[in-house]
């Protein structure tokens, strides 16, 4: 079993940059692939980013791809969600899961991830 804590969001306005941490407790987070997914008021949750074990490949949605990278630091038993060019639009809770522990890539559907933090508010003002 895995827990884990999000942190790093808060109250930016557009075009401003945020770092997202989920630190992991429990289980190694080297043994899963990991994501971040976002849900904003009234909205599905969403996919927004993934990355495989190793941290060798990573995936993104369309609607922030070239803006947030994904990364890990399996050392650090951390994940990160580097955010920059902040739109209103990204505005939501956002959470990461641990996911799937097989393959070599990421994944996109969240049915796939067992575990999941509790979310970081980040809120972004014209």
């Known amino acids: 079993q895995v827990q884990l804590v999000e942190s790093g969001g808060g109250l930016v306005r557009a075009g401003a940059s945020l770092r997202l941490s989920c630190a992991a407790s429990?289980?190694?987070?080297?043994?899963?692939?990991m994501g971040w997914f976002r849900q904003a008021p009234g909205k599905e949750r969403e996919f927004v980013a993934g990355?495989?074990?190793?941290?060798?490949?990573?995936g993104y949605a369309d609607s922030v791809k070239g803006r947030f990278t994904i990364s890990r630091d399996n050392t650090k038993n951390t994940v990160y969600l580097q955010m920059n060019s902040l739109k209103p639009e990204d505005t939501a809770v956002y959470s990461c899961?641990?996911?799937?522990?097989?393959?070599?890539?990421?994944?996109?559907?969240?049915?796939?991830?067992?575990?999941w933090g509790q979310g970081t508010q980040v809120t972004v003002s014209n």
């Open positions: 429990g289980r190694l987070v080297s043994t899963y692939a």
């Open positions: 899961a641990a996911g799937p522990r097989y393959g070599s890539t990421w994944y996109s559907d969240g049915r796939l991830y067992d575990y």
């Open positions: 990355i495989s074990r190793s941290g060798g490949t990573t």
